[in-house]
């Protein structure tokens, strides 16, 4: 079956970077993006950005430009977020999901999340 | 952006049909995802393209879209269906994905 395992919780200072790893299995993994979203404790779901696991195509968050590194390795089915210079609102969980019917997408299946606490 | 609203919560009672709003301007002509996002939990896709259920979501979910409304209906609610349930569109202005800011929806 589709599936989207993600790394272990992380535990960071401000201004530090963390890198989580979302590995896909169970579908042929250059043929759809993955998208990351982000929820901080007891908020909504934000979207953070997207990259092709096709071409490497990536479109990110205004509010993440600078800050958001999505990488994809398809040699381990892996895709890769880092966000640097940690704040102590970026504590939340991190999900990766799989995006279908581009251009008016949804999300499905989701990663279990990674939890990032940031603090000093 | 895209604005979508939801109200906060949603109460009813086991065996009750709840009814889960999502506003936007000309929402209608938008495709509207809806996911159910339980406890501690991921969320999971529930509907998509406003009124089709993924396998394995029962048939009493079920969804409309039109107007400046969209809902999410659930038939003969189960304790199960507590949850947290979120709205999704295509920004085609921005060009990335909006959530609503989630309903929570408690069973009596």
């Known amino acids: 079956q589709v599936q989207l395992v993600q790394s272990g919780a992380e535990v960071k200072k401000p201004g530090a970077s963390v890198k989580v790893s979302c590995k896909a299995s169970?579908?042929?993994?250059?043929?759809?993006?993955i998208t990351w979203v982000r929820q901080a404790p007891g908020q909504g779901l934000e979207w953070m950005g997207w990259?092709?696991?096709?071409?490497?195509?990536?479109n990110y968050a205004q509010k993440f430009q600078g800050r958001l590194t999505l990488t994809t390795d398809t040699s381990t089915n892996k895709v890769h977020m880092e966000l640097r210079s940690l704040r102590s609102d970026d504590t939340a969980v991190y999900y990766c999901?799989?995006?279908?019917?581009?251009?008016?997408?949804?999300?499905?299946?989701w990663g279990q999340g990674t939890l990032v606490t940031v603090s000093s | 952006s895209y604005v979508l609203t939801q109200p906060p919560s949603v109460s009813v009672a086991p065996g009750r049909t709840a009814g889960i709003t999502c506003g936007g301007k000309?929402?209608?002509?938008?495709?509207v995802h809806w996911y159910q996002q339980r406890p501690g939990q991921a969320p999971v896709l529930v509907m998509f393209?406003?009124?089709d259920r993924p396998s394995g979501i029962p048939e009493r979910f079920s969804g409309s879209n039109s107007g400046n409304t969209a809902t999410l209906t659930i038939s003969r609610v189960e304790v199960g269906d507590e949850a947290a349930y979120y709205c999704?569109?295509?920004?085609?202005?921005?060009?990335?994905?909006?959530f609503g800011g989630g309903t929570k929806l408690t069973v009596l």
């Open positions: 999901t799989r995006e279908e019917g581009s251009g008016t997408g949804w999300f499905d299946p």
């Open positions: 169970g579908y042929t993994f250059t043929s759809y993006g």
């Open positions: 990259i092709s696991a096709y071409n490497g195509e990536k």
């Open positions: 000309k929402i209608g002509s938008k495709s």
């Open positions: 393209y406003d009124s």
């Open positions: 999704q569109v295509w920004d085609s202005s921005s060009d990335h994905p909006m």
